[in-house]
């Protein structure tokens, strides 16, 4: 009972961040209107997103192995609560900075929590051997999902800015307390990690390997091609198409159902078929899903491109991880490492794309995720097993 909700916990985190994420990008155009930005001050202030994550990321992979996972997730499930506050109080107030420290104090969270999600379930994973990191995403996507659903109905009534975002602060509190609360109190080190040996840990350089260098590729690409999505859909139709807001955040909305559905349904794929085969199917779909985007003349098959965008990626983060996970001995720390790659890529490649989209035009920049992906498809048989010769009880 006791690990069952240790699970929920770590499931209630992610959909906390999804839900939370999701609240602010439906709102991201009337931000946009509110701060009065053009798109490279949009992207600029996203960095602040990006600036936070990446402290956080980089910070959470050296304090894993030292003081835990929980204590990480805990900051993960705080920040985020505090942050979108200071963005619901301070976007109307025309304060561009407020909202950069607001969305600064998200991706630090998020950042931080992300790894400990992640190398936790991944350790869950390998103890249960049944898929428990599509599950952790998939909570994730159900987060976007409602988020988004909530925001395009708060939209359509054209609620206030600060009314929507203070409601979704009061949802991501309550979703905070829960995972608080039921959250393991004790960091479990694997004994996979331990049993055998007892000579030190090896160093970083002995875990960059051919095949998490490769595994750390795939995950940089489907979180780049994730985090572009996620940021630029709603200011894609709005700016791109002179559609409505509530229009940007139905096509968001319904990229993020096409990814809730792939990562709900997709494991029996993985079953069936083995890792590398699924994720190299993966990057094939997500690739025509962005090409669809990057060539659409109307919101309709953007819309359409958008959802198939979606549904091609869903799977290939959540198992790039468990692929990096796939180790008896140094799971936790080749997942800390191919996740700080996927995870940077999701915060840092947005701004990057806002910059080449106010030169090139938002559909031009959309290029970039395509090409990462026809990329991670080219090297997707680097997932199927650890080199260390150790096979996974889960399908690869």
Sequence with gaps: MMRARHRAALFATSTMTGFGIASWITRTPAVRDELGASIETMGLVLLGLSVGSMIGILGAGALVRRIGTRPLVLVGAALPVVGMLLVALLA????????WVGL???????????????????????????????????????GTVVGGAAGIGLTALRTP??????????????????AAANLRPEHRVDPADTVGTAAP??????????????????TLAMAFAEGAASDWLPLLITTGHDAPEVTGSLVFTGFA???????????????????????????????????????AATPVVTAVGAAVWGLGIALGFPLAISAAGDHPTDGDRRVSVVATAGYVAFLAGPPLLGFL???????????????LLVVSACIASATRTARSGQRSRLPG
């Design 92 to 99: 109307p107030a025309h304060l561009t900075a407020g909202v």
């Design 357 to 371: 989209g106010e030169h090139l035009g938002l559909q031009a920049a959309m290029l970039v995720p395509a090409g």
């Design 201 to 218: 840990a090896p160093r970083l350089r002995s875990v960059l390997t051919v095949q998490v260098l490769l595994i750390g590729v795939i």
């Design 257 to 295: 159902l096409a990814m809730l559905v792939g990562r709900s349904a997709g494991t029996p794929l993985v079953a069936r078929f083995g890792r590398a085969p699924v994720i190299r199917a993966c990057a094939v779909i997500g690739t025509l899903g962005v090409l669809l985007v990057v060539t």
């Design 104 to 142: 600064w104090c998200i991706g630090f969270g998020c950042g931080a929590a992300e790894i400990g999600l992640n190398v936790e379930a991944a350790a869950v994973e390998r103890r249960l051997g049944r898929p428990v990191v599509p599950v952790l995403h998939a909570c994730f996507s159900l």
């Design 161 to 178: 800015v600060t009314a929507h975002l203070l409601t979704a602060t009061v949802v991501m509190a309550g979703l905070a307390v829960y």
